[in-house]
């Protein structure tokens, strides 16, 4: 395995247009492609194998070659072709490599097809704004992208804080600084509370991780910044309970008034295969701040009230999972069997459907065996 064929095999994912690369040893190179892993038809690979693709893609790391580690973030880029986010791991003390394709370019609000509403949370200028989802559900791609429609409407100073750094933004009329965790900055919560000496206007954490980093970019937007920043949570409702959590419980309810006070947009994303079967398609739950919302996020009691005041204000740019999955399946972008299956509330939606003249397949396509990536075996890889 040299150096070519590694860079035969990431550009065959840019070229296929697979989200992720996977290569473990003992199994064929493994590309994602609408969320179904596919096997490219080669020979297995080898504990060498792996070891000399973790040597080549560590090769722009001098700080980091020869150095012990048992999981590593990085980024890597094919100059002019493509970037990637790449986690290096051991498992049973090889090296397991997992690599997410990041398109060199930062894509458009239609080439993503996102709600236009997303414009608008873009243009918000103080506070806090909040990117969810699972892993995989597009989150640094529309943070990416709502940076960059700032980048393109208004002179802003702008800072972005990521580990890695992924998309990389050309100025347009904002300035933009990006720094990245262990190569410019230690931490996340060191980055931000150098930011605010930086007279920033915009800040973009790449992810809410630890406490630190949660008071200290909470603390940067009720000083008068807008912090743009994502977090791992399944929906809208979950994202309140998941942010005071961080916190000790003697200071939850404390939080929760902050969090009332500054938060003024939750956006969460689940991504979906499309009719077709040959892209995905972004369902995408939308919270703007009211009086009611800060209502309900101060008193716990009411968490579970907020998807219900989402879903009667759609006058206002709000819309839960299950009405944007409703407006998909009537656009006719998805099947009603996928729209089914990613709903937050499955009998209320099914009762949607039947109204809608609409009978879900249950027939699941989840676990389907590995395809494989259909291209001649070439001695080259």
Same mark, same amino acid.
Request: glycine share 4%.
């Given at each position: 395995?040299d150096?070519?064929?590694?860079?035969?095999?990431?550009?065959l994912?840019?070229?296929?247009?697979?989200?992720?690369?996977?290569?473990?040893?003992?199994?064929?190179?493994?590309?994602?492609?609408?969320?179904?892993?596919?096997?490219?038809?080669?020979?297995e690979?080898?504990?060498?194998?792996?070891?000399?693709?973790?040597e080549?893609?560590?090769?722009n790391?001098?700080?980091?070659?020869?150095?012990?580690?048992?999981?590593?973030?990085?980024?890597?880029?094919?100059?002019?072709?493509?970037?990637?986010?790449?986690? #290096?791991? +051991? !498992? %049973?003390?090889?090296?397991?490599?997992?690599?997410?394709?990041?398109?060199l370019g &930062?894509? =458009?609000?239609?080439?993503?097809?996102?709600p236009?509403?997303?414009?608008?949370?873009?243009?918000?200028?103080?506070g806090?704004?909040?990117?969810?989802?699972?892993?995989?559900?597009?989150?640094?791609?529309?943070?990416?992208?709502?940076?960059?429609? #700032?980048? +393109? !409407? %208004?002179?802003?100073?702008?800072i972005?804080v990521?580990?890695?750094?992924e998309? &990389?933004? =050309?100025?347009?009329?904002s300035?933009?600084?990006?720094?990245?965790?262990?190569?410019?900055?230690?931490?996340?919560?060191?980055a931000l509370r150098?930011?605010?000496?930086?007279?920033?206007?915009?800040i973009?954490?790449?992810?809410?991780?630890?406490?630190?980093t949660?008071?200290?970019?909470?603390?940067?937007?009720?000083?008068?910044?807008?912090?743009f920043?994502?977090?791992?949570t399944?929906?809208?409702?979950?994202?309140?309970g998941?942010?005071?959590?961080?916190?000790?419980?003697?200071?939850?309810?404390?939080?929760?008034?902050?969090?009332?006070?500054?938060?003024?947009?939750?956006?969460?994303?689940?991504?979906?295969?499309?009719k077709?079967?040959?892209?995905?398609?972004?369902?995408v739950?939308?919270?703007?701040?009211?009086?009611?919302?800060?209502e309900?996020?101060?008193?716990?009691?009411?968490?579970?009230?907020?998807?219900?005041?989402?879903?009667?204000a759609?006058?206002?740019?709000?819309?839960?999972?299950?009405?944007?999955l409703?407006?998909?399946?009537?656009?006719?972008?998805?099947?009603?069997?996928?729209?089914?299956?990613?709903?937050?509330?499955?009998?209320?939606?099914?009762?949607?459907?039947?109204?809608?003249?609409?009978?879900p397949?249950?027939?699941?396509?989840?676990?389907?065996?590995?395809?494989?990536?259909?291209?001649?075996?070439?001695?080259?890889?």
């Amino acid at each position: 395995m040299d150096r070519e064929k590694v860079y035969r095999l990431l550009r065959l994912g840019l070229q296929k247009g697979a989200s992720d690369i996977h290569f473990q040893v003992g199994y064929l190179p493994l590309y994602r492609f609408h969320g179904q892993l596919v096997e490219l038809r080669v020979k297995e690979l080898t504990p060498e194998d792996t070891e000399k693709i973790a040597e080549i893609l560590l090769e722009n790391e001098p700080e980091l070659r020869g150095k012990k580690f048992n999981e590593l973030d990085l980024a890597f880029e094919l100059p002019d072709e493509g970037r990637f986010r790449v986690n #290096i791991s +051991r !498992q %049973r003390r090889h090296m397991n490599i997992v690599l997410r394709v990041i398109p060199l370019g &930062v894509r =458009t609000f239609e080439e993503l097809t996102l709600p236009d509403t997303l414009r608008e949370v873009a243009q918000i200028r103080r506070g806090y704004v909040l990117i969810t989802g699972a892993t995989g559900m597009g989150k640094s791609t529309t943070l990416a992208t709502m940076i960059n429609e #700032i980048n +393109r !409407q %208004r002179k802003a100073k702008i800072i972005t804080v990521e580990d890695p750094i992924e998309f &990389v933004f =050309t100025h347009d009329k904002s300035i933009i600084t990006q720094r990245e965790i262990g190569t410019d900055t230690a931490s996340f919560p060191d980055a931000l509370r150098a930011a605010l000496r930086q007279d920033p206007d915009v800040i973009m954490v790449g992810e809410m991780r630890d406490l630190a980093t949660v008071d200290t970019s909470l603390k940067a937007a009720e000083t008068g910044h807008v912090v743009f920043s994502s977090i791992h949570t399944a929906d809208v409702a979950s994202t309140i309970g998941r942010v005071v959590s961080f916190f000790p419980p003697e200071e939850q309810m404390q939080v929760r008034a902050r969090l009332a006070d500054n938060l003024k947009a939750v956006v969460s994303l689940r991504l979906l295969i499309n009719k077709k079967q040959d892209g995905m398609v972004p369902a995408v739950e939308i919270m703007r701040s009211t009086r009611t919302i800060q209502e309900c996020i101060k008193d716990p009691a009411r968490s579970a009230e907020i998807t219900e005041f989402i879903a009667r204000a759609r006058s206002e740019n709000m819309q839960t999972f299950d009405q944007h999955l409703l407006d998909l399946l009537r656009a006719n972008k998805i099947s009603a069997e996928t729209a089914f299956a990613a709903a937050s509330n499955p009998a209320d939606f099914q009762t949607k459907l039947a109204l809608e003249g609409a009978s879900p397949d249950m027939e699941s396509t989840e676990d389907r065996p590995l395809e494989r990536l259909e291209i001649e075996p070439d001695s080259r890889f």
